[in-house]
């Protein structure tokens, strides 16, 4: 069955102060990482999709990163406004149609003023 | 652009009872997917819709149905609550088709079974 971990599971920082976050993974043929943020009593934003090893998206203050084993979410000098649980998944199994996400359960980032 | 809608918000049952959920995906988008979000599980993928077709399902039991409608809007029920069937359902809907990860999440509808 296909594994989505992260960690740290909360990770607090102060304003400037840059981190990242990692998820790894255990999948045959991956078709695709995806990073969510999500802001408390609100659903999952899209972040971020990675196709393959070596591929890099960034926005803003946000950059991900992806290997054959895992991702990386770098935060780069945050502000307050970047605190959130942000998410990773991956397509449920191989093959076509949308068979729906496997979550990780989500790193807390807190970025304190 | 207005987005994924789901309604209620915030409902409360007792076990036993049964429980149905809305959710209006943005205009054009045609799949739907629906998760349950709880802090020990996290989010786990519930079933998705397409054309009004269920195309998967995750390993919920059969307590936990959906359906479609030609205008694309869904809804999901639970029948004979239990406790753990507190959670918070989020509705995610994609324009659909072939395979996508980039899904626009609504709100959610907080469940809590007493």
């Known amino acids: 069955e296909d594994q989505v971990t992260q960690s740290p599971e909360a990770l607090r920082l102060q304003e400037g102060e840059s981190s990242s976050l990692n998820c790894s993974y255990t999948?045959?043929?991956?078709?695709?990482l995806f990073w969510y943020r999500q802001d408390p009593g609100k659903g999952p934003e899209f972040l971020f999709t990675?196709?393959?090893a070596g591929e890099e998206k960034e926005k803003e203050r946000l950059k991900a990163t992806l290997t054959k084993k895992e991702s990386f979410l770098h935060i780069t000098a945050p502000k307050p406004e970047d605190s959130a649980t942000y998410l990773c998944?991956?397509?449920?199994?191989?093959?076509?149609?949308?068979?729906?996400?496997?979550f990780g359960k989500g790193t807390h980032l807190i970025i304190q003023p | 652009k207005a987005g994924v809608t789901q309604t209620p918000r915030y409902l409360i049952k007792t076990r036993g009872q049964q429980v149905t959920l809305s959710c209006s995906p943005i205009?054009?988008?045609?799949?739907v997917s629906w998760y349950q979000q709880t802090p020990g599980q996290g989010l786990q993928f519930l079933f998705e819709?397409?054309?009004?077709?269920?195309?998967n399902k995750g390993n919920f039991p059969g307590r936990f149905s959906g359906r479609q409608f030609s205008n694309s809007r869904s809804e999901m029920n639970v029948s004979t609550l239990e406790l753990g069937d507190s959670a918070l359902y989020l509705c995610?809907?994609?324009?659909?088709?072939?395979?996508?990860?980039?899904?626009?999440f609504g709100e959610g509808s907080r469940l809590t079974v007493l």
């Open positions: 998944a991956v397509p449920r199994r191989a093959g076509g149609g949308a068979d729906g996400l496997t």
């Open positions: 205009s054009g988008h045609r799949s």
């Open positions: 995610a809907t994609s324009i659909g088709g072939g395979y996508t990860g980039e899904l626009f």
């Open positions: 999948v045959s043929g991956l078709r695709g």
């Open positions: 819709y397409f054309s009004e077709t269920q195309r």
């Open positions: 990675l196709y393959s």
